[in-house]
Nanobody, 126 residues
Framework: QAQLVESGGDLVQPGGSLRLSCTAS????????IGWFRQALGEEREGVSCISSSGGATDYAGSVKGRFTISRDNDKRTVYLQMNSLMPEDSAVYYC???????????????????WGQGTQVTVAS
């Protein structure tokens, strides 16, 4: 059964940084585009960033562009989300998701992905 496991969530002060990791159990990881989504309490799940299977294409939500960086290491079957200059409005449960996709990636809809992790909590507060 294909699985994704997120880690790295924590409580951090405004202006701080965190690096989230998303590690896959399946060996076809290098055929999968990966997306990061987040869901704050009472809000809908929204796309944050994504990366294509090769790592050659990325996309970011406008609210995180310039602050977050996504990357991947296919040998380690892991995608990273480096989050800098964190703000309280970044507080949410962060999920990674995967789909087999040859080119590009999509953060516009959760329906673009069919494998999801369990989420990791990020709280930005002083």
């Amino acid at each position: 059964q294909a699985q994704l496991v997120e880690s790295g969530g924590d409580l951090v002060q405004p202006g701080g940084s965190l690096r989230l990791s998303c590690t896959a159990s399946f060996f076809t990881f290098d055929r999968h585009a990966i997306g990061w989504f987040r869901q704050a309490l009472g809000e809908e799940r929204e796309g944050v960033s994504c990366i294509s299977s090769s790592g050659g294409a990325t996309d970011y939500a406008g609210s995180v562009k310039g602050r977050f960086t996504i990357s991947r290491d296919n040998d380690k079957r892991t995608v990273y989300l480096q989050m800098n200059s964190l703000m309280p409005e970044d507080s949410a449960v962060y999920y990674c998701a995967a789909v087999v996709r040859r080119l590009g990636c999509d953060i516009g809809t959760t329906r673009a992905y069919n494998v999801w992790g369990q989420g990791t909590q990020v709280t930005v507060a002083s």
